[in-house]
Antibody, heavy 119, light 110 residues
Framework: EVQLVESGGGLVQPGGSLRLSCAASTFTFSSYEMHWVRQAPGKGLEWLSYISRSGDTIYYADSVKGRFTISRDNAENSLYLQMNSLRAEDTAVYYC????????????WGQGTLVTVSS | QSALTQPASVSGSPGRSITISCTGTSSDIGSYNLVSWYQQHPGKAPKLIIYEGNKRPSEVSNRFSGSKSGITASLTISGLQAEDEADYYCCSYAGSRPYVFGSGTKVTVL
């Protein structure tokens, strides 16, 4: 069974930084495009960022562009999200998600990691 | 990047059918037949139930079906069961953006 396990969430002050990790296992990580999606408490899903298999193509939602950086290490089977200049509105559960081999949808999700931005 | 529009809630009796709409624009749903749907139970991660508008992953029940007309996609759940009570989200590829989710619909089984 495909496994995606996020880590790195926690409480951070406004303006602070945090780095999320997503450890992938039981599939060939380097063969799949990956995404980050978040969900604020009691709210809907928000797509945040995409990275291609090799990492050479990256997209961001406007809400995080210039503050968040997605990256991957295929040798370590890991996906990352560096989050800087955090705001209260960034408080959410952050999910990593695998893009399906047939594309344009997310076939496996991690369990999520909670990021709370508060003073 | 405005969210796609879904009704906040839809309800139905066991065994009946319900349909959830997802309205976008000519830049997302209207331009691409690449809508996916996700089911999310409380405290759980979303689960893919429909991709490319009307295709089901092999492990998903055939009680779930998808369709599209113009800028509106729809998810139909037939033979409603208690386990279908959950939140449902649509998502569309949107070219340069490139993905946008719907606002979410809470399904209640009466």
């Amino acid at each position: 069974e495909v496994q995606l396990v996020e880590s790195g969430g926690g409480l951070v002050q406004p303006g602070g930084s945090l780095r999320l990790s997503c450890a992938a296992s039981t599939f060939t990580f380097s063969s799949y495009e990956m995404h980050w999606v978040r969900q604020a408490p009691g709210k809907g899903l928000e797509w945040l960022s995409y990275i291609s298999r090799s990492g050479d193509t990256i997209y961001y939602a406007d809400s995080v562009k210039g503050r968040f950086t997605i990256s991957r290490d295929n040798a370590e089977n890991s996906l990352y999200l560096q989050m800087n200049s955090l705001r209260a509105e960034d408080t959410a559960v952050y999910y990593c998600a695998r893009e399906a081999s047939y594309g344009y949808s997310f076939d496996y999700w991690g369990q999520g990691t909670l990021v709370t931005v508060s003073s | 990047q405005s969210a796609l529009t879904q009704p906040a809630s839809v309800s139905g009796s066991p065994g009946r059918s319900i349909t959830i709409s997802c309205t976008g624009t000519s830049s997302d749903i209207g331009s691409y037949n690449l809508v996916s749907w996700y089911q999310q139970h409380p405290g759980k991660a979303p689960k893919l139930i429909i991709y490319e508008g009307n295709k089901r992953p092999s492990e998903v029940s055939n009680r779930f079906s998808g369709s599209k007309s113009g800028i509106t996609a729809s998810l139909t759940i037939s033979g409603l069961q208690a386990e279908d009570e959950a939140d449902y989200y649509c998502c569309s590829y949107a070219g340069s953006r490139p993905y946008v989710f719907g606002s979410g619909t809470k399904v209640t089984v009466l």
